[in-house]
């Protein structure tokens, strides 16, 4: 297992001429510092960034060496990144401490296997190669990227994570935690919905028309609408265009199925985008079930769950079509999920809102 950590300057791990001719490495000898059994260190002749690989140096023999960590840092003390679990030799570390900080062939030769990379406090754009990689961002808005094309992917929602697995590319599959966007050679999507505006109103029985519209969703699953349809302009293109073109607003809405479900709806003829804009604005307060990941909710689980929730729709049952069941749908829906409250089928399978495209 490969551990990269980036530490709090903006380090980019796939930009390898930052780090080899940028602003914390020139392209002069470095300065050898130290050099013992346990470790190499130099200094650049003219940044005064700082290099460190640790490990079994063989001093009379140098090529037997085995290095199995690597850190660098800038002059004034700050941590550029901090690299474990290597097993790394002489030839690819080499480059490193005696030419100009050059990482190529340590990057390359290293990020091969199972790695785990965490982001620093920095805006980091990590890269796992191939494997199957664990991507922490950490803070700042941090960008996983990727060696192919958008249509060589899956993107799935698992949990607060994302899992990205390759269908062509060979990258593996990476689990990322805490990370912002996904670059892919021909693409940049956000994995963050945008902020609601100062003084937006929270949701409210027939105010919004699209309030569980989910614009990551749409266009992770409509890739050629990106760059031109944006994550704020997502909802307009469904309710103008999309929804007429058979595509979804998020990954559990069935207007085929809502329309069938419910008897009052399925005389009426309404088009997908209408019956969308009537889930939003009357259905989901009611408690109707939206699609078939909640055909067999079991509802008395999720109020016998959730003590505080039950003796809310108990007061108001009648505003759920007079279902218990019902309420505890418009909970988990409206704001259970974004809790992390737990669901199940009658089953005693979890509900799980997640989705892959």
């Known amino acids: 297992m490969t551990q990269l950590v980036f530490g709090n300057i903006a380090a980019n791990m796939t930009d390898l001429a930052r780090f080899g001719y940028g602003s914390y490495f020139s392209n002069e000898d470095p300065v050898l510092t130290g050099i013992s059994g346990t ?74 296997g199972a790695d785990t990379i965490t982001g620093g406090t920095a805006d980091d754009v990590l890269q796992g190669r191939q494997g199957n990689d664990t991507i922490s961002g950490g803070a700042g808005t941090d960008t996983a990227m990727f060696f192919g094309a958008r249509a060589a992917y899956t993107v799935a929602k698992v949990g607060l994570g994302w899992q990205v697995s390759t269908t062509t590319a060979g990258d593996g599959t990476d689990t990322l935690q805490a990370v912002e966007r996904l670059r892919f050679t021909d693409q940049t999507v956000s994995l963050v919905e945008p902020a609601q505006a100062p003084g937006t109103p929270p949701p409210a029985y027939a105010q919004s028309n699209s309030f569980l519209f989910d614009p990551v969703y749409y266009l992770l699953d409509n890739p050629e609408l990106v760059p031109g349809v944006t994550l704020q302009t997502a909802a307009q293109h469904y309710l103008s265009a999309g929804a007429a073109a058979g595509k979804a607003p998020n990954g559990w809405f069935d207007a085929t199925w ?81 809790e992390q409250r737990v669901a199940y089928d009658t089953s005693g399978v979890a509900i799980d809102l997640g989705f892959a495209v």
Not at 286 to 311: I, T
């Open 39 to 112: 470790s190499v260190s130099a200094r650049d002749a003219v940044t005064g960034s700082t290099l460190t690989a640790g490990g079994s140096i063989n001093l009379f023999s140098p090529s037997s060496s085995v290095f199995t960590s690597f850190a660098t840092g800038t002059a004034a003390g700050q941590s550029l990144f901090n690299w474990t679990g290597l097993n790394a030799t002489w030839a690819m570390v080499e480059p490193v401490v005696s030419n100009g900080g050059d990482f190529t062939a340590l990057f390359t030769a290293q990020l091969g």
């Open 258 to 338: 809502y329309e069938a479900r419910w008897p009052d709806l399925t005389p009426l003829a309404l088009d997908d985008a209408t019956l969308f804009m009537h889930f939003n604005l009357y259905g989901v307060w009611e408690g109707r079930a939206p699609g078939p990941k909640f055909q067999a909710f079991d509802g008395a689980r999720y109020l016998r769950d959730n003590p505080d929730v039950a003796a809310y729709v108990d007061a108001y049952v009648d505003d759920f079509l007079g279902s218990r069941t019902n309420g505890a749908i418009a909970h988990y829906i409206i704001y259970g999920a974004d």
